[in-house]
């Protein structure tokens, strides 16, 4: 069965610190790996975009990497900041199906105290 | 400014009522998706159209019903028969197929009194 799963579900750390989240998956054949930031009551906004051949990509304080032969993604932010206190959405793209195999974990949330 | 927009942010209903959600993009993106949201749970897909004129039940359809009449717009209508519809509704919209990135709009919070 296709399924995403982060780790932890939430995350509590003061500001200035770094924090790294886990995405484990297991939907094939892969296509593309998205994390997304959602504030709460907003939607969410993309980050990163990762496909097979790519092991790093950073945006900013945020950098995502993946490995495909593991099927493991993290996201590891970089000097929190109070800003960062959101949801994060990893999401996996597969091929195939008539839904084109999009799987959504629940994200985790992060909270980013003074 | 390009971009999705969802109306209204927040809608209340009473039972036994449809309500319509709002969906427009500006992005000239072909395929648009609508999303439930539920407290600790994963994004769920109702409704989704790859190109005008045409549109897909997702993995929780019943209760929904979705019209792509313009490019631009793909409105959600909740209906009577959604048992449980309080919940935030999502909107995106994509360039092409499922492995293109997708755009968010800002989200529909409903809520059934």
């Known amino acids: 069965k296709n399924q995403v799963e982060q780790s932890p579900q939430s995350l509590i750390i003061l500001e200035g610190k770094n924090c790294t989240l886990q995405c484990n998956y297991t939907v094939s054949p892969f296509s593309n790996l998205r994390w997304y930031k959602q504030d709460t009551g907003r939607g969410p906004v993309s980050l990163t975009i990762m496909t097979f051949s790519e092991n790093t990509k950073s945006n900013g304080r945020y950098t995502a990497t993946l490995d495909a032969d593991t099927k493991q993604s993290s996201l590891h932010i970089t000097a929190s900041q109070l800003s960062d206190s959101a949801s994060y959405i990893c999401v996996v793209s597969g091929y195939g199906g008539s839904q084109g195999n999009l799987i959504f974990g629940k994200g985790t949330k992060l909270s980013v105290k003074p | 400014d390009g971009g999705i927009t969802q109306s209204p942010k927040y809608l209340f209903r009473k039972e036994g009522q449809n309500v319509t959600l709002s969906c427009e993009q500006n992005?000239?993106?072909?395929?648009m998706y609508w999303y439930r949201q539920d407290p600790g749970q994963g994004l769920r897909l109702i409704y989704y159209s790859q190109i005008v004129n045409d549109f897909q039940k997702g993995d929780i359809a019943e209760g929904y019903s979705v019209s792509r009449e313009k490019k631009e717009s793909f409105p959600l209508t909740v209906t009577s028969a959604q048992k449980n519809p309080t919940a935030f509704y999502l909107c995106?919209?994509?360039?092409?197929?499922?492995?293109?990135?997708?755009?968010f709009g800002p989200g529909t919070r409903l809520t059934v009194l």
């Open positions: 992005l000239n993106h072909d395929a």
């Open positions: 995106a919209s994509s360039p092409g197929p499922w492995v293109n990135e997708q755009f």
